[in-house]
């Protein structure tokens, strides 16, 4: 049986991996976490009764945890979720992201590199999960693509950015059989409320302000969570060291299309006369409370 290190496991994409990797594979599980605000024990009840399932508190930016974590459990693979996420808070607070996505993945990336050392393993990988914010802001056509340039638009992205040429690094330095896939927006079960759609839905059925950044002319590409999570474990599994893979939804809409089809939603599945946040504001459809704010520095 194979022993898989997931880092970041109980977060949004995480947790949703560590499922889907019990499901469809035969591998032993070890789950790393630190418990910030956005992971949570909770998204991982289903399975942490599971035989194949163990779990360890954890911050991956901790050297001595991490090098006993790879002499402990002797990983045959890793994958890396374990990041800050959001471009808001990078702003607010960029230094948490400097010690999560870009000293964690270095003290993940020298673990491996130590246990490799140990005990070579031809068959190990290393798969870092990144995102398609390093490559900058997607236009109004076309689409990001392996050879895009990176242009990191906020404290996250170049974070990130850092993170994903650090793991280039140490497969053409130091040969660590790593890949690194980067991915358009996620959405879906466990998803923590400050990203776009469960604030649009959670705001809306309270009877708040939809905050919208600009015009609402930002455009994403949108990707299904447990879709994501099959591409990354097809990366993992057939990927080649040292190869970078995109993994998006092919739904590319801006925000504004986005609020408006969360909006048209909630009006046939919970109509705005049977809400009585709306009812107390006067409004007959979820649309009025659409609310244009400036946009992020950056952006």
């Not at 990144?130 to 236009?139: A, H, I, K, P």
């Amino acid at each position: 049986m194979a022993t898989l290190l997931v880092t970041g496991g109980a977060g949004f994409i995480g947790s949703n991996f560590v499922r889907h990797a019990l499901h469809a594979t035969g591998d032993r599980l070890v789950v790393v976490d630190r418990l910030t605000y956005a992971g949570h024990l909770e998204s991982l009840e289903e399975v942490r009764s599971h035989e194949r399932f163990a779990f360890v508190q954890a911050d991956i930016a901790d050297r001595t945890t991490m090098r006993a974590l790879f002499r402990d459990h002797r990983p045959d693979a890793v994958v890396n979720f374990a990041a800050e996420t959001h471009v808001d808070r990078s702003i607010d607070d960029p230094g948490a992201f400097i010690h999560a996505n870009l000293l964690g993945t270095y003290e993940l990336l020298e673990a491996a590199r130590q246990a490799l050392r140990e005990r070579p393993s031809p068959a190990f990988r290393l798969l870092h999960v990144s995102t398609d914010e390093v490559y900058g802001t997607l236009g109004p056509s076309g689409a990001f693509s392996e050879t895009t340039p990176y242009a990191p638009n906020s404290p996250y992205a170049a974070s990130k950015a850092g993170a994903d040429h650090l793991v280039r690094a140490w497969h053409e330095t130091y040969g660590i059989p790593a890949i690194v896939t980067n991915c358009s927006n996620n959405y879906g079960p466990c998803q923590f409320p400050e990203k776009l759609i469960p604030l649009m839905i959670l705001n809306a059925l309270e009877g708040k302000a939809l905050p919208i950044y600009g015009d609402g002319g930002n455009v994403r590409d949108w990707l299904y969570v447990e879709d994501h999570c099959e591409g990354i474990l097809l990366a993992l599994r057939k990927g080649v060291p040292g190869e970078k893979y995109n993994i998006g939804g092919g739904n590319e809409r801006t925000n504004l299309q986005v609020v408006d089809r969360l909006c048209a939603i909630l009006d046939e599945v919970h109509p705005a006369a049977g809400n009585p946040a709306l009812l107390a504001r006067g409004l007959p459809s979820y649309s009025g409370l659409k609310t244009f704010v400036e946009d992020r520095p950056g952006h």
